[in-house]
């Protein structure tokens, strides 16, 4: 078998442009490239009703929001399967029978789930379902039989859970599940780009984020309102670019071909910070400079957003044929996995011979 992708996202609101240069951007290129086989786009509603069940009406409104984001930011659907997560029953199977190799006290050590148990306030009282996260991503991952695996980096430690797994099930029953690998963005910046309040992390949470929906005026009054160096008080005044989110948001889009056609007084992004660290540019003019970065790259995405929303059914059908090829696959997975651990009791006419002589009919 070829090279296999699966990625996706929570559909808890509009994806911003953390993800896309995250993961989404990244995607893109990879489905243009022609070295996949295949490329799975999940939309995991599932897992985010593991800390949504209260209110599934926000889960099931923003099924459309990633959807559309997703086509408008270039995944094609001849390309890649883009399905609903919750359709697909075989994962569900398949998530029981990998919970018997992962202990509680490994779930809770997890980074991801640490934190985020911390920022939702759960402490004790943590849903069994958002415990088990790890163990859902692992089939999500495997069920599709991926290789590869496009994420940030704070997602690292659920990739290694998903390994850990595959490691335990392939030693007792055979190798039977892919083991996958984790797929970084090349770019640093991208790795976690900061919230505009200069927050560590851009989040819909904390309401601190530049959606690829937005509007032209609400980008560029949120870039307007960026937090930038507060020591920075006057033009005169050196800057310091370093977890400056202006500048981290430039070194996740900007090239230097946006400084040849925006601002040809700097050749480069590195030209521009000395500037700034010694003194005599403004964040304003660095703002307004951001902005037509960004544009460049939101605008075609709202373009294609445009023509997608006059056609909704249409989306409709693209996610109902896309959750009907990744249902195929993942019952596949699921034959191979039932098989592997023998519990496909009527598929094997040697186990009802054998017990056929045993009881001598």
């Not at 930011?73 to 890649?80: F, M, V």
């Not at 850990?164 to 640093?188: A, R, W």
């Not at 904390?206 to 009054?221: G, R, S």
């Not at 400056?244 to 030209?271: C, G, M, R, S």
Request: proline share 5%; hydrophobic share 35%; charged share 30%.
């Amino acid at each position: 078998m070829g090279k296999i992708i699966l990625t996706g996202d929570r559909p808890t609101g509009r994806l911003h442009i953390g993800h896309y240069v995250g993961s989404l951007r990244r995607r893109v290129e990879l489905q243009n490239s022609g070295e996949f086989e295949k490329i799975f786009i999940m939309i995991a509603d599932a897992q985010a009703l593991t800390d949504n069940f209260d209110n599934p009406e926000k889960v099931r409104e923003n099924i459309i929001e990633v959807a559309l984001d997703y086509l408008s930011a270039g995944l094609d659907p001849e390309k890649s399967t883009i399905f609903i997560q919750s359709q697909i029953p075989e994962l569900f199977e398949i998530t029981s029978y990998y919970m018997n190799f992962v202990t509680v006290s490994r779930l809770q050590r997890n980074p991801t789930i640490k934190s985020e148990i911390q920022m939702r306030g759960f402490e004790t009282s943590i849903p069994v379902g958002f415990l088990s996260y790890p163990v859902s991503q692992a089939t999500d991952i495997t069920a599709f039989r991926a290789n590869l695996v496009p994420v940030g980096e704070d997602q690292e430690p659920m990739l290694e859970q998903t390994r850990e797994i595959v490691h335990k099930f392939n030693s007792v029953y055979g190798e039977t599940l892919v083991m996958p690998e984790i797929m970084l963005p090349d770019n640093q910046a991208c790795m976690r780009l900061p919230g505009i309040d200069g927050g560590a992390k851009m989040s819909k949470s904390l309401n601190n984020c530049i959606y690829l929906a937005d509007t032209k005026e609400e980008v560029q009054k949120k870039i307007r309102s960026m937090f930038t160096d507060p020591n920075h008080l006057r033009v005169e005044d050196p800057g310091r670019t370093e977890g400056n989110p202006v500048f981290i948001y430039l070194e996740a889009f900007a090239t230097d071909e946006h400084f040849a056609k925006y601002w040809p007084d700097y050749a480069n992004l590195d030209e521009l910070k000395a500037h700034y660290e010694r003194g005599g540019l403004g964040d304003v003019k660095v703002k307004k400079f951001l902005n037509r970065v960004l544009e460049d790259t939101l605008e075609p995405i709202r373009a294609r957003r445009a023509e997608y929303e006059k056609d909704i059914a249409g989306v409709y059908d693209i996610l109902k044929e896309g959750t009907r090829k990744a249902r195929e696959m993942a019952a596949e997975t699921l034959a191979m996995v039932k098989g592997a651990m023998k519990i496909d009791y009527f598929n094997d006419p040697e186990l009802v011979a054998r017990h056929q002589e045993k009881y001598g009919n």
